[in-house]
Structure formats: structure tokens, C-alpha cells
């Protein structure tokens, strides 16, 4: 079957569509089309020499050489991206071309006023990037590996904190916070070749909000959630680990707390198969916890108990397809990379627990790519 022809225009860096159709980071917006299922793309001179040498799958036009054309065709707008989308695709013979739902509103603007035809894709300009292709769980291991280093590092300086009467945490004679045990965590992330932002490191009640970052004092006997989620500083796939740690004695709140959602992550785990709907292991673990006598209710702050989705597809994007919750409409199956992160979350406890590993789906069944140990004291 015939591909449609495709235009993007953004950076590489932050795109990741862009990211996959070129295979490099350009910094700068670059015009990328697909035109007969060959791959188009238009760039300045200073990124002419690079882009040469790293994307030869794709036809390389000087965006100089286009302005020279449109100069001598008399065009008077000598910095209009529009005009040179319309150059080339009436080179091919082209007037309807798609575009994703992030395309530059100002620029479609403008194209439909040169008679371009734009329409836009629903589900996805690249839908295949949901299967993940052996170099690809490559890429999104070598990541996940980067994020246990730096947790690694992490609860090493936890470890090592002294621990006062009042139970505050002491590390290097100075008291230890979520700032500087993150600072730790990023830092190590870094020289293993990865970037960090906004890793999570938040104790005691600060873990009951799943996406609180944290900061301020640490303190012993209580839970610190660690959720840290590094990019490849090399092939922009991401990594994604959660654990929760005690140091100290954990309460029996927490105590059993951790178990459940352990043995909910294991539930999940054993209804991922191949043909599986996504909301089915969402409800799975659901179950587990309401055997349990987890209940999950709105209170006056918010949602207590397990309120958010099970997991989430890992690739390019942090979160991407499939989605792994109550309203998803997606099915399981080979070569999806999702991760599975349940948690619970009660004030009344003390803190939250949360724990998260990435799986792909190989011949029908899970296969758990996180290695990094899941011990609740430290």
C-alpha cells in the first residue's frame, strides 16, 4: 500500500516525530516531507555538511538553493518557509499533502492562502512507532540503565545518612533534603550519558501527590518515592524507574502498603498478554487492591488511594501509546513498550508507595527490562 505523502516542521530535539523520520537532533525547525515514500529534507547551510553524513536515507535539499529559485521566480518574501513547501511539492506535482496535529497554525495559515491542501492526521503521523523494533528496546534499556545508576547513586547517599533523635537525616554533617539527594541522582544520570528534569524525590506526605517533585527535609521511617526518568543525551529514548524507600523501620502501614502494590504490579503483569485490552490489566490491579481493602476516593484534597493509570507506553516520548488505564481503547500486543507503576497513596499512612518497571511484549508475554532491585528499607 501506498504511504501518504507527510510535511513536518519542527526540531528534532523536541520533536519526536521529527526525531524518528530524520534518526538525528537538528536543534533548529527544519522542513521534513515524505513525498512518493522517499524521505525529503530542507536545511540550512550550516547543518548541510552533518545532515549529510548522518541521515543518507534521506534526499538532502540546500533551503539557500530554494530561496535562489524563489528570488528568481520573483518572490519577494526571500524567509518564507510556505513558499518553499509549495515549491517543491509542485516540483512533484503534489497539492495535498498531511500533517500531524502539532503543525505550526501560522504556517498552515499561510499555506492554504498559496492553494496547498492540508489535511490533518488523527491517529498519529507514525503510527508504527508504538512497535518497537529490537534496536529500539536497545535504546530504551540502555536509558532505563542510565536511571538505575543515578537511583543507584541515590540510595547509596541515602544509606549513608546518620539519623538524629528526631529522626531528621543527616548526610556529610548537613541535613538532607529532596533537593540535594535529587542533585545526586541528576548528577550521575548525567555522566552516564543521560538528561534529567524534574526527577522525583519526595518524602513522607510530599509522596502522595504522584507528581510532586519534592523538596525539603528528608526524615527517617518514613516513604521517599523515587521517580526518575532520564532521555539518552544520544538517542532521545527515555528511561522510566519508581521505587519507594524507608530509611529506617518502616510503619506497618507502609509495610503492608508495599507489599500490595508489589503484588498488584505482579497481577498486572501476569494479565499482559498478546490480544489483552489495556483497560483489562488496569481494572486487574484495580481488583487487587479493592481485595485488599484499598479503596480509592475523592476526599477534600484530592484522590486518595490508587487514582491514576497503570502504565504507559516508553519510546521518543515519556508517555506515548498505549495507555495503560481506565479509559483506554488500545490492545496489547508484540513489540510494545509500556511500563507498569501502581501505587497507593493515604495522608492517614504517612506517605505514598509507589513502584514502576518497563516491560515489552515479546512472543504474547511481558518481559520485564528493569533490573534494579525493589527493597523498601535502607
Same mark, same amino acid.
Given at each position: 500500500?501506498k504511504? *501518504?505523502?507527510?510535511?513536518?516542521?519542527?526540531?528534532?530535539?523536541?520533536?519526536?516525530?521529527?526525531l524518528?523520520?530524520i534518526?538525528?537532533?537538528?536543534?533548529?525547525?527544519l522542513?521534513y516531507?515524505?513525498?512518493?515514500?522517499?524521505?525529503?529534507?530542507?536545511?540550512?547551510?550550516?547543518?548541510?555538511g !552533518?545532515?549529510?553524513?548522518q541521515?543518507?536515507?534521506?534526499?538532502?535539499?540546500? =533551503?539557500?538553493?530554494?530561496?535562489?529559485?524563489?528570488?528568481?521566480?520573483?518572490?519577494?518574501?526571500?524567509?518564507? &518557509?510556505?513558499?518553499?513547501?509549495?515549491?517543491?511539492? $509542485?516540483?512533484?506535482k503534489?497539492?495535498?499533502?498531511?500533517?500531524?496535529?502539532?503543525?505550526?497554525?501560522?504556517?498552515? $495559515?499561510? =499555506?492554504?492562502?498559496?492553494? /496547498?491542501?492540508?489535511?490533518?492526521?488523527?491517529?498519529g503521523?507514525?503510527?508504527?512507532?508504538?512497535?518497537?523494533?529490537?534496536?529500539?528496546?536497545?535504546?530504551?534499556?540502555a536509558?532505563?540503565?542510565?536511571?538505575?545508576?543515578?537511583?543507584?547513586?541515590?540510595?547509596?547517599?541515602?544509606?549513608?545518612c546518620?539519623?538524629? !533523635?528526631?529522626?531528621?537525616?543527616?548526610?556529610?554533617?548537613? @541535613?538532607?533534603?529532596s533537593? $540535594?539527594?535529587r542533585a545526586?541522582?541528576?548528577?550521575?544520570?548525567?555522566?552516564?550519558?543521560?538528561?534529567?528534569?524534574?526527577?522525583?524525590?519526595?518524602?513522607?506526605?510530599?509522596?502522595?501527590?504522584?507528581?510532586?517533585?519534592?523538596?525539603? &527535609?528528608? !526524615?527517617?521511617?518514613?516513604?521517599?518515592?523515587?521517580?526518575?526518568?532520564?532521555?539518552s543525551?544520544?538517542?532521545?529514548?527515555?528511561?522510566?524507574?519508581? !521505587?519507594t524507600?524507608?530509611?529506617?523501620?518502616a %510503619?506497618?502501614?507502609?509495610?503492608?502498603?508495599?507489599?500490595?502494590?508489589?503484588?498488584?504490579?505482579?497481577?498486572?503483569?501476569?494479565?499482559?498478554?498478546?490480544?489483552? @485490552?489495556?483497560?483489562? /490489566?488496569?481494572?486487574?490491579?484495580?481488583?487487587?487492591?479493592?481485595?485488599?481493602?484499598?479503596?480509592?476516593?475523592? %476526599?477534600?484534597?484530592?484522590?486518595?488511594?490508587f487514582?491514576?493509570?497503570t502504565?504507559?507506553?516508553?519510546?521518543?516520548?515519556?508517555?506515548?501509546?498505549?495507555?495503560?488505564?481506565?479509559?483506554? $481503547?488500545?490492545?496489547? =500486543?508484540?513489540?510494545?513498550?509500556?511500563? /507498569?507503576?501502581?501505587?497507593?497513596?493515604y495522608p492517614?499512612?504517612?506517605?505514598? /508507595?509507589?513502584? *514502576?518497571?518497563?516491560?515489552?511484549?515479546?512472543?504474547?508475554? &511481558?518481559?520485564?527490562?528493569?533490573?534494579?532491585?525493589?527493597?523498601?528499607?535502607?
Amino acid at each position: 500500500m501506498k504511504r *501518504e505523502n507527510l510535511l513536518i516542521v519542527a526540531d528534532s530535539v523536541r520533536d519526536a516525530n521529527m526525531l524518528y523520520a530524520i534518526r538525528m537532533f537538528v536543534p533548529d525547525p527544519l522542513i521534513y516531507l515524505r513525498l512518493d515514500g522517499r524521505c525529503h529534507m530542507v536545511v540550512n547551510e550550516l547543518e548541510l555538511g !552533518r545532515v549529510r553524513k548522518q541521515a543518507p536515507h534521506c534526499r538532502i535539499i540546500s =533551503l539557500t538553493q530554494c530561496w535562489n529559485k524563489l528570488e528568481a521566480a520573483g518572490s519577494r518574501r526571500k524567509t518564507d &518557509p510556505a513558499q518553499v513547501i509549495r515549491l517543491l511539492l $509542485r516540483e512533484k506535482k503534489i497539492r495535498r499533502i498531511i500533517v500531524p496535529e502539532t503543525f505550526p497554525i501560522g504556517l498552515a $495559515r499561510r =499555506l492554504r492562502e498559496l492553494k /496547498v491542501k492540508l489535511k490533518v492526521s488523527r491517529n498519529g503521523i507514525f503510527p508504527q512507532r508504538v512497535f518497537k523494533s529490537p534496536e529500539e528496546v536497545k535504546k530504551i534499556s540502555a536509558a532505563l540503565l542510565m536511571a538505575e545508576v543515578g537511583l543507584a547513586e541515590g540510595i547509596q547517599a541515602l544509606k549513608q545518612c546518620r539519623i538524629t !533523635r528526631d529522626r531528621r537525616l543527616i548526610y556529610r554533617n548537613a @541535613p538532607f533534603t529532596s533537593e $540535594r539527594l535529587r542533585a545526586i541522582i541528576d548528577t550521575a544520570i548525567v555522566q552516564a550519558g543521560g538528561q534529567v528534569s524534574h526527577t522525583i524525590v519526595a518524602g513522607g506526605i510530599q509522596s502522595c501527590d504522584p507528581h510532586e517533585v519534592g523538596q525539603g &527535609p528528608l !526524615r527517617a521511617n518514613e516513604p521517599i518515592v523515587f521517580d526518575v526518568f532520564p532521555r539518552s543525551q544520544k538517542t532521545g529514548y527515555y528511561g522510566d524507574i519508581t !521505587r519507594t524507600v524507608v530509611r529506617g523501620r518502616a %510503619t506497618e502501614a507502609i509495610r503492608k502498603a508495599y507489599q500490595t502494590v508489589q503484588q498488584a504490579q505482579e497481577a498486572g503483569l501476569r494479565a499482559m498478554k498478546t490480544g489483552t @485490552p489495556c483497560r483489562q /490489566v488496569h481494572e486487574c490491579v484495580q481488583e487487587h487492591f479493592r481485595k485488599n481493602g484499598y479503596k480509592t476516593a475523592r %476526599t477534600k484534597g484530592g484522590f486518595q488511594g490508587f487514582f491514576h493509570g497503570t502504565g504507559h507506553g516508553l519510546g521518543l516520548e515519556l508517555h506515548e501509546a498505549p495507555n495503560i488505564g481506565p479509559r483506554s $481503547r488500545e490492545t496489547l =500486543l508484540n513489540r510494545m513498550t509500556v511500563t /507498569v507503576e501502581p501505587g497507593l497513596y493515604y495522608p492517614e499512612m504517612g506517605g505514598g /508507595v509507589r513502584l *514502576e518497571d518497563v516491560v515489552v511484549i515479546q512472543n504474547g508475554r &511481558p518481559k520485564n527490562l528493569t533490573k534494579f532491585e525493589k527493597v523498601l528499607e535502607v
